[in-house]
């Protein structure tokens, strides 16, 4: 009789202590932590310390719709990009709070969810990065990245 295969869980690939910052931060706080600790990601916790966003690197600079037009115009910390316009928006990061370029809500896991259910939120949201919370409180991430290790 074959042995019936345990699925791996998501507690058994998350990375720990997961990176959190409170809701206030400033994007150059957030930048700052991101470049020190070499991640891809920051979690953000309200005073609780429950998970109400998430700031990835791609959150710093993307495409955005702009309002009543089907032109698509680059977004660089939240703010519409225009050329002469990069020293003043970068002033601005000093100011800008962590809330007004989060992603929310935050597509999570829980630790004993299958590695399955992960896969499946990164494929549908076309997301990078999967929080894993207990008790609705960050315990841990997962990243593509983190996938790799499992081949090894």
């Not at 990835?56 to 719709?65: A, I, N, Q, R, V």
């Not at 089907?70 to 100011?95: N, S, T, V, W």
């Not at 593509?144 to 081949?151: E, K």
Request: net charge negative.
């Amino acid at each position: 009789m074959a042995e019936r295969e345990v699925p791996v869980k998501a507690r058994e690939v998350m990375v720990t202590p997961v990176v959190t910052v409170p809701l206030g931060t400033t994007l150059d706080e957030v930048a700052r932590l991101m470049v020190e600790k070499r991640i891809g990601s920051v979690l953000v916790v309200n005073g609780e310390g429950r998970l109400v966003g998430i700031v990835t690197e791609s959150d710093f600079l993307k495409e955005k719709g702009i309002p009543f037009s089907l032109y698509r115009a680059p977004m660089l910390l939240g703010r519409f990009l225009a050329q002469d316009q990069l020293e003043r928006i970068f002033q601005e990061a000093k100011r800008t709070k962590v809330e007004e370029i989060m992603s929310h809500p935050v597509h999570a896991v829980a630790p004993e969810d299958p590695l399955s259910r992960v896969l499946e939120l990164m494929l549908l949201y076309d997301i990078n990065h999967v929080p894993v919370v207990e008790g609705g409180k960050p315990i841990g991430i997962i990243s593509r990245f983190d996938l790799l290790r499992l081949l090894l």
